[in-house]
Structure formats: structure tokens, C-alpha cells
């Protein structure tokens, strides 16, 4: 008895013994009890950037180390940091993949031989037997007993492959477009719906929806501002000054009509027929801000600016249809190609509509979600979230989410009724002098202007107005559009060459946009060897050894502030986000290679005509032997058109947009 009990003894210091060094790494590292359990097999995986000239091998080192402080621990997950050049980044990459594609070649070449010996031994088999002919099976060598060892080992990261590419960063539309079409990326949305659905509370729905290619989603992008708002600037002062003087003018004009008409009466009483019409002052219109939506609603009120206000300045140049068009060919923005889509709320809607207005210019920034020590964001119930957290919500009420773009409505710019009311708008300025002849001197009085920016532009322009001494109303004008030229320039995919499973691929890629540390260090390198925080908890570079755009480190609003950086850079960001339309081009790509050998002749022909047009119809340069736009574009831009194969290139490229139905 004494001896089971001395043995049961044993057993029990042997178990605790193997035990300890678990208990104690998870103690030591902060590892849950499931991740334990899970036991978790090591992997090392490659994540591919961009980086800046002046970054070096030393500095990338240095912050590969610091990453893997947080990775290793935490996910047993080993990153290998490869930063390249601009200049050879893209080059690389197909380089692996073309690596990729002779080992699968050669795979397929070894399974081909081996099905085709596996099939010669299965045939010479049965001849064998037919003919009557057996061999003797052989046993296979018995293994060795396994032997169990009483400690654990550390973990043992694999080495890096060669030409392993695992996560890599996607810089641009095209080249998104051709991974996609080349089946180079795996998708993502098995982890998206489950392990990394927190991506989907933290990034804008409409830079999410740009990770898509038909129903997949390859990619995650950067979830950054997005786009530039054109804002119509009037100048407040002087647009009182206009509405009195033009109340004052219109209760004149109205005492003098009521006389006049009271005169006309006693004149018609005494001769016994109407006195004759005569010309009559038309009343001013009263400007209401709150109602300004187009050009043309600043006409009147310009013209008394003309007339009495000329130390004042005018508009400093031409008006341009922004808001009514979206090109085709971001790269060729004068292309007469573009998609008509009107009014934004009818042709196409806000991806936040609230029912409240968000407010334009925050005065504090809005919370941010909790997180541990290490930075990882806490996440208690993911699924009550109805906006993204990267999203201001609307006050009091949520937003309505419209995640589906307009569809898509091929036109010639040049032609259509919008940019040609524009052009002579632009005509009737010119002929009242509306205009001004040179560019308007920084800080001189304006009467109204266009301006282009995001949301934070908005506010410092208006500090700078305060400064000078004028206040301005800034009214939104053209929504910031979300287009995949900008967003589709920083995304990161896997590549399908991968051995590394893609659950764990993910959880690197959520890192980036979730957690604070991690975010941090991939942006900025390590404290003390790359930057400091000053006094104010704000980051300062003290060399340039590590170097890397903002839009290829993950989440842009989850990093520390720069020196200089606005307090609210962050906050005014996701306000500027609930103004955005997303592009009705967003997951559509045309694809050049179905033009018919014509239409793909035509499109340089065109561009060039399209700025022709452009430059003539902006200036208003119309030629003598046209007597007016309207004979201009009826004489002479629909015939040049037509003679350069536009029917036809419009016909193919709405077959590509609106395909016919299978019906």
C-alpha cells in the first residue's frame, strides 16, 4: 500500500514538473489559458512595404524586433519586415510571383510523372496477375517506440523562405485590378465574417468595400480621410450688406409700383383707356444662404459687389462642373468619358445618411475605443456597433448605412446639358467682368470663391479668415468622393503563394488597424532609436533611419499625433468621413482587352479632342466662325467627336458597365 502511494506520489511530481514551465510562460507572457490549450504551432511570415530612401537595413531591423515583441508572445507569430524602394518595389513582387508560378509548373510536372507511374504499376499489376505473376508484400519498417521527454522545449520559429511572400502592400488601382484578375490573392472574407470581424467597426464601410473584387474581398485598405469637399465661399459681411440693400431696394421699388399703379388707375379713369407699359426696375434677389447650391445663385449678389464694393475682390477664375461628373480615366481627367451622377441623394447616395447633420467643425474628439496595456483594442460586443468606430456618429441618432453605389451613367462631358450650362455661366461672367484679371493677393478681401480641401483644410482656412480679419460661410458643395484610384493606392493582400494559414495572416492585419502599439512602432520605429515624445505627447523624429508613409502602416486613426498635428487631426478626419459618396465606379474595371481593335484606337484620339474642348469651352475662346457655344457645340464638337469613333467607343464601354441580363 505504502508503495502505490509513493508511486501515485511520483506521478504527481512529475506531472507538476511538466506542467510549471507552462504555468510559468503564461504568467511570464500574459497568454490566456486557451491560447495555451490551443497550442498554437509557430509560424514566420514576411509582410512587404514600402519604404522611404533614407530608411536603413539597421532601422528596418530595429522595428521588425519591436513588432515581434508584440507578435511572438501573442500570436506565436514571427514577422519578417522587407522594406523596398519605390523604384523596385513592384518589380519584386512580380519576381516572387513568377517564382511562385515556375514552382507550381514543376509541381504540376512531378504529380503529372507520378499519376503517370502510379497508373504503369496499377497497369503492369494487372498483367501481372492475368498472367499469373504475384510478388510478396513488404512490410514496412517498424518505427521506433516514441519516447516522451519531462520538460517542454521553447518555442522554435521556422526559418523564412527564400522567396516566401506572405502579406504585401498593394499600391495602386492597376495593380490591385491585375492580382485580382490573376487570382494572385486569397480571400479574406471567412476571417472577416468571423476572427477579424472586428475590422469591420474600425474601418469606413466605403474603403472596406474597395478590398472587393466581384464577391470577394482581397484586400484591406488604408482607412484614412477620404477625398477632398469643394465648398462655395461667401463672404458673410458682405452678403448682409447685399440682402439690406436689396430689401431696402425691393420695399422702394414696391411703394413706387404701388404709386405708379395708383397713377395708371386715375390715368385710366380720366382718357378712358390703358396708359402704355413702360420698362420696370426687377426686384433684387435676396440672397439666404442656408439656400445656396449652385454658381449661378452668386449673380446678383456679385454684380452689386462690382458696383459698389471694388476694393473687394471677384471670383478668380472660371467655374468648373465638379460635382455633377465622375471620370472614367482618373488619369486622363479631361476625357470626355465620365459617368452623369446629378444631384448627390438622388443619383447617388452619402454612405451615412443621418437623420441628424453631423456637426462641421468638432470641439473636442470623440472617444476612442478602450484598449489594454499592450495597445490591443477591447472589444466588448463587436456586433452592437452599428457605425464604424473610425466614424463620428451622428448626433442622438445612428446613420443609415448605404453601402451600394449608384449605377453607372455613360455620357460625353462635353456635350451634356450640366457642363455646358457651366460653360456659359462662365460666358455671362466674363461679359460682366465678374471675373478677376489676375490672381487674387493672399489675404485680400474676396466677395465669394471655390475651394477644394478636406474638412481640416476647412478649419484652418477659416482661423486664417479670423485672422485677417473676415468671416466666411463655407457651403458644401461637392461631397468628398470615395474613389478607388486614392484608396486602392494602400492596401494590404496574401498572397495565394502563402504556406502561412490565412486566419493568421489576418490576425497580423488586424493588428495594423486596431492595435495602437503595434500601429506605433510600424509607423514610427522604436522610442528612443527613431523618435521621442516632446513634452506635449507628440511624436519627433530624431533621425531618418526609419522612414514609411502613413497610408502603408494600417489605421490611420489609432496612431499617436506628430508634433504640430492639429489636437483633433483625428477626430475632424471621421467627421470629414460622414460626407463622403462613394465612386460609381467603385468595383467596376474596364477592360481594355474587349475593346474591339477601333475602339481601343479611339481612346487616345479622343483624349486629345477632350482637352482640346475643355481648354476652348473654360477660356471661352469659342472660335469667330461659331456664333455661340450652343453653335459651337452643334457645329463643331459633336462632328470632331463622332469623326473620332466616340459612338462606338460609348456603345463598348456601356456593354462593360451594364452588361446585358442573362434573362
Not at 490573376?182 to 474597395?210: C, F, Q, W
Not at 485672422?467 to 474613389?483: F, R, S, V
Request: hydrophobic share 35%; aromatic share 8%; net charge negative.
Amino acid at each position: 500500500m505504502k508503495k502505490r502511494k509513493l508511486i501515485s506520489c511520483v506521478c504527481v511530481f512529475i506531472v507538476m514538473c511538466m506542467l510549471s514551465p507552462m504555468i510559468l510562460t503564461s504568467c511570464s507572457s500574459g497568454e490566456t489559458v486557451e491560447n495555451l490549450v490551443a497550442n498554437r504551432k509557430a509560424v514566420t511570415l514576411t509582410i512587404y512595404t514600402l519604404v522611404e530612401d533614407s530608411t536603413t537595413p539597421e532601422g528596418l531591423a530595429e522595428v521588425e524586433e519591436a513588432l515581434n515583441e508584440i507578435t511572438k508572445t501573442r500570436y506565436t507569430t514571427q514577422i519578417k519586415l522587407i522594406g523596398f524602394k519605390r523604384s523596385e518595389y513592384e518589380a519584386e513582387i512580380n519576381r516572387l510571383f513568377d517564382v511562385y508560378d515556375a514552382e507550381q509548373e514543376k509541381q504540376r510536372e512531378e504529380e503529372s510523372i507520378e499519376n503517370s507511374r502510379i497508373k504503369a504499376s496499377k497497369d503492369q499489376a494487372r498483367k501481372d496477375k492475368a498472367a499469373g505473376l504475384t510478388q510478396a508484400v513488404t512490410k514496412k519498417p517498424t518505427e521506433p517506440p516514441k519516447t516522451t521527454e519531462l520538460y517542454t522545449e521553447r518555442i522554435v520559429f521556422p526559418f523564412m523562405d527564400a522567396n516566401q511572400l506572405d502579406i504585401f502592400l498593394i499600391t495602386s488601382s492597376d495593380m490591385f485590378y491585375q492580382l485580382a484578375e490573376d487570382d494572385r490573392l486569397e480571400g479574406m472574407d471567412d476571417e472577416l465574417n468571423t476572427k477579424a470581424k472586428v475590422l469591420k467597426e474600425y474601418i469606413h464601410p466605403s474603403i472596406l468595400m474597395s478590398g472587393r473584387y466581384g464577391d470577394k474581398t482581397l484586400a484591406i485598405p488604408t482607412n484614412k480621410a477620404i477625398g477632398t469637399a469643394t465648398y462655395l465661399v461667401i463672404n458673410k459681411r458682405l452678403a448682409e450688406e447685399y440682402n439690406e440693400f436689396a430689401r431696402n431696394f425691393n420695399l422702394e421699388l414696391a411703394s413706387a409700383d404701388e404709386e405708379e399703379d395708383a397713377d395708371e388707375d386715375a390715368d385710366e379713369n380720366e382718357d378712358g383707356e390703358e396708359a402704355e407699359a413702360t420698362d420696370k426696375p426687377v426686384a433684387m434677389k435676396i440672397m439666404d444662404l442656408a439656400k445656396v447650391k449652385e454658381y449661378g445663385d452668386l449673380t446678383a449678389y456679385l454684380e452689386w459687389i462690382k458696383a459698389n464694393k471694388p476694393d473687394v475682390a471677384l471670383i478668380d477664375k472660371p467655374f468648373e462642373s465638379l460635382k455633377n461628373y465622375e471620370s472614367l480615366f482618373p488619369g486622363m481627367p479631361e476625357f470626355a468619358a465620365v459617368s452623369s451622377v446629378g444631384a448627390v441623394g438622388t443619383a447617388r447616395s452619402l454612405v451615412y445618411t443621418p437623420e441628424q447633420e453631423p456637426t462641421e467643425a468638432p470641439t473636442k474628439a470623440p472617444t476612442e475605443p478602450p484598449t489594454d496595456e499592450d495597445g490591443q483594442v477591447i472589444t466588448e460586443d463587436p456586433e452592437s456597433t452599428t457605425i464604424p468606430a473610425t466614424t463620428s456618429k451622428p448626433k442622438n441618432t445612428p446613420a443609415v448605412m448605404n453601402l451600394e453605389p449608384a449605377g453607372i451613367s455613360m455620357t460625353n462631358k462635353y456635350t451634356h446639358t450640366a457642363y455646358v450650362n457651366i460653360a456659359k455661366l462662365n460666358q455671362e461672367y466674363r461679359a460682366k467682368g465678374l471675373f478677376e484679371n489676375s490672381a487674387v493677393p493672399a489675404g485680400k478681401e474676396r466677395a465669394a470663391y471655390v475651394a477644394q480641401g478636406t474638412l481640416e483644410d476647412r478649419l484652418a482656412w477659416e482661423a486664417a479668415d479670423l485672422a485677417n480679419g473676415y468671416e466666411y460661410e463655407y457651403i458644401l458643395y461637392g461631397h468628398p468622393i470615395a474613389a478607388k484610384e486614392n484608396i486602392q493606392s494602400s492596401m494590404y493582400g496574401i498572397s495565394v503563394s502563402s504556406k502561412v494559414p490565412t486566419m493568421r495572416c489576418m490576425e497580423i492585419i488586424t493588428l495594423l488597424n486596431t492595435n495602437k502599439k503595434f500601429k506605433n512602432t510600424f509607423q514610427y520605429g522604436v522610442e528612443g532609436v527613431h523618435y521621442i515624445y516632446n513634452d506635449d505627447g507628440r511624436i519627433e523624429y530624431i533621425n531618418n533611419d526609419y522612414m514609411i508613409s502613413m497610408d502603408y502602416t494600417g489605421n490611420h486613426f489609432i496612431a499617436d499625433l506628430m508634433a504640430g498635428d492639429n489636437p483633433n487631426k483625428w477626430g475632424i478626419a471621421k467627421e470629414h468621413n460622414l460626407n463622403v459618396v462613394s465612386s460609381v465606379f467603385m468595383q467596376f474595371y474596364l477592360d481594355k482587352s474587349k475593346l474591339t481593335a477601333d475602339a481601343e484606337e479611339a481612346i487616345p484620339k479622343i483624349n486629345e479632342l477632350s482637352k482640346k474642348v475643355n481648354e476652348i469651352l473654360m477660356s471661352g475662346n469659342i472660335p469667330a466662325e461659331y456664333e455661340d457655344i450652343d453653335d459651337y457645340i452643334s457645329g463643331y464638337v459633336e462632328p470632331e467627336f463622332a469623326a473620332a469613333g466616340w459612338a462606338d467607343l460609348n456603345t463598348e464601354i456601356k456593354l462593360q458597365t451594364n452588361p446585358p441580363s442573362d434573362d
